[in-house]
């Protein structure tokens, strides 16, 4: 178990002063951490530095700013572009990853135990249990691209750049390495 104390104190000096919402959202990612099990560090550091840029730092669950505007996802499209009925929901980012498209909101619905239905209700994920539960559902399984953490950290890999390839690409990748490299020098 992580030293909770020092790697509070650690996040402030790299990062700056935390707010009560801030240090809830990382308490939530932390518990989930160990709640599932999960013990390498580096795929703790990358869920942090991913959730703290795709929430614009706030540590929360957000919807996307824009709400999917000029995008394929905010318009009733799903991934291959042909048009869903099944509901008028539109699948703009929500969470603490800017969960997208109707076809991802069907996945993290199939595949959680909680009863909880993103189709019918994909503002589910801007409450803190269910924007966690499927952050690392995701990331843990390639949910969204084909690649997941262990594709990235693993005894022979540790590749944070790359790692970004879980969420969408390569967009904002150095960036979000350079989060990654302070939480994992924070984390205690």
């Known amino acids: 178990m992580i030293n909770k104390t020092e790697t509070y104190a650690n996040i402030r000096k790299n990062f700056g002063s935390l707010s009560q919402a801030q240090v809830e959202g990382f308490e939530a990612i932390i518990n989930q951490f160990y709640n599932i099990g999960l013990i390498d560090l580096r795929y703790l550091a990358y869920i ?10 706030t540590m929360q669950p957000i919807s996307e700013f824009g709400k999917g505007k000029d995008r394929d996802y905010g318009k009733r499209l799903r991934i291959n572009r042909k048009l869903y009925t099944i509901t008028k ?10 969960n997208t498209w109707i076809d991802n909101y069907e996945k993290l619905t199939k595949s959680n135990n909680e009863g909880w239905d993103f189709v019918n209700n994909p503002d589910l994920l801007l409450e803190m249990k269910p ?21 990235y950290f693993s005894k022979t890999s540790n590749d944070p750049v790359g790692a970004r390839k879980i969420i969408n690409g390569q967009d904002k990748a150095q960036k ?13």
């Open 48 to 57: 942090l530095a991913t959730v703290w840029h795709e929430t614009a730092k």
């Open 131 to 151: 924007s966690i539960w499927a952050t690392f559902y995701a990331m843990t399984t390639g949910l969204y691209t084909g690649k997941k953490l262990s594709d």
């Open 176 to 188: 979000i390495a350079e989060y990654y490299h302070l939480f994992l020098k924070s984390i205690s």
């Open 89 to 98: 929901n539109i699948f703009y980012g929500r969470g603490h990853t800017q």
